[in-house]
């Protein structure tokens, strides 16, 4: 089983708007909107987990990673966003996505397009050592924690059953390993349940010196 980020070396620090959204030890009470390039000085890594999901709010989905952009800009600050999966291309030239697909839901439709919206802005900050991260087709909260996971890049993965889907313990997994690793700059890459054959990126060794990271929610 993969281990903790604390066994990793990993010291995380949580910027939250409410002190009850985390259960970290060290905490930072502050607006996304309201945090300076000050706050993530000296930071290997910051993990952009920001999330809103009524109409009026999805436009901040752009603000806030520019935003992030701004203070990262020129800087040797990692930036790491939890992505989503609506924006994964389902055809081989990369012009239909999963969220044009006649199955993908009506109602999270407004969501996949903000949260594209804001992954092409990503892409044209080359001054910005950032990696997008999107999780399978299926981002299920309460599954259980494997360990294995496939490590895509820009297309949907499928297991042999047709299925894409991860959990949230297994996406973490993957999450740290790029924050070990750093393997992905200016890329969006993808996961997905280990069912079948193809060989996931490896960690770094367990003897890498700490790393200090932010991780940013709402």
Same mark, same amino acid.
């Given at each position: 089983m993969r281990r903790s980020p604390a066994e990793r070396g990993i010291d995380v620090t949580a910027f939250v708007r409410s002190a009850s959204k985390t259960a970290a030890e060290k905490a930072v009470v502050k607006? +996304?909107?309201d945090l300076t390039a000050k706050d993530l000085a000296g930071f290997d890594a910051v993990v952009d987990a920001f999330v809103a999901w009524t109409p009026e709010a999805l436009d901040q989905h752009s603000t806030t990673l520019a935003h992030l952009c701004d203070c990262l800009s020129g800087t040797i600050v990692r930036l790491l966003v939890v992505g989503g999966a609506g924006s994964l291309y389902v055809s081989p030239k990369h012009t239909l996505a999963v969220s044009d697909t006649p199955d993908f839901p009506d109602a999270f439709k407004p969501l996949a397009a903000a949260m594209a919206k804001a992954l092409g802005k990503l892409r044209e900050r080359s001054n910005v050592k950032w990696t997008y991260i999107s999780p399978a087709g299926y981002f299920r909260a309460e599954d259980e924690r494997t360990g294995p996971y496939i490590l895509g890049g820009e297309e949907l993965t499928l297991a042999d059953a047709g299925e894409s889907v991860i959990s949230y313990a297994d996406y973490a997994i993957a999450m740290i390993d790029e924050i070990?690793?750093?393997n992905h700059l200016q890329q969006r890459i993808s996961t997905e &349940?280990?069912?079948?054959? +193809?060989v996931k990126c490896s960690s770094k060794s367990r003897n890498a010196p700490?790393?200090? /990271?932010?991780?940013? /929610? &709402?």
């Open positions: 607006d +996304i909107m070990e690793t750093g &349940r280990k069912q079948h054959n +193809i700490p790393l200090d /990271t932010a991780s940013l /929610t &709402r």
